[in-house]
């Protein structure tokens, strides 16, 4: 009888620990980062410098992480628009780039940065 109640007091707590943890919770803050780009309603990207693009996922992970480009002279004004061929970004995938009144240019993905950075606060520099 002692037992069962020593086993009781013991096994509830953890158990209740372990239903309310989230699988965000578990999951590590470093891991990398998968961008959807296989809709346009999927993500949210914008020129943060003259060859460099930040890019977050619209719905989930909404962590934006710097990738690199072959895009010549991006201007914040620019509209960004992504291509995947698989569910994450990755190197070689394509960079649409519009410009109002102006004519656009496709390039590739060049590098895609592993230290993610707030895509709100994050401040467009043209050096």
Known sequence: MKLAVLFSLI??????QTVVRSPSDAAP?????????????????????RHEILAR?????????????????LDRA??????????????GDD??????????????VTGIGLKTEDYGTAKFNPD
């Open 57 to 73: 996922n619209a719905i989930g992970d909404m962590r934006g992480v710097r990738v690199a480009t072959t895009c010549i002279h």
């Open 29 to 49: 803050p470093d891991k990398p980062l998968c961008v959807d780009a296989t809709r346009g309603d999927n993500y949210n990207a914008r020129p943060i410098s």
């Open 78 to 91: 620019d509209t960004v628009g992504l291509r995947s061929f698989g569910h994450c970004l990755r190197l």
């Open 11 to 16: 096994a509830v707590p953890v158990f209740a």
């Open 95 to 108: 960079v649409v780039v519009s410009v109002l009144g102006g004519r656009g240019q496709t390039c590739k």
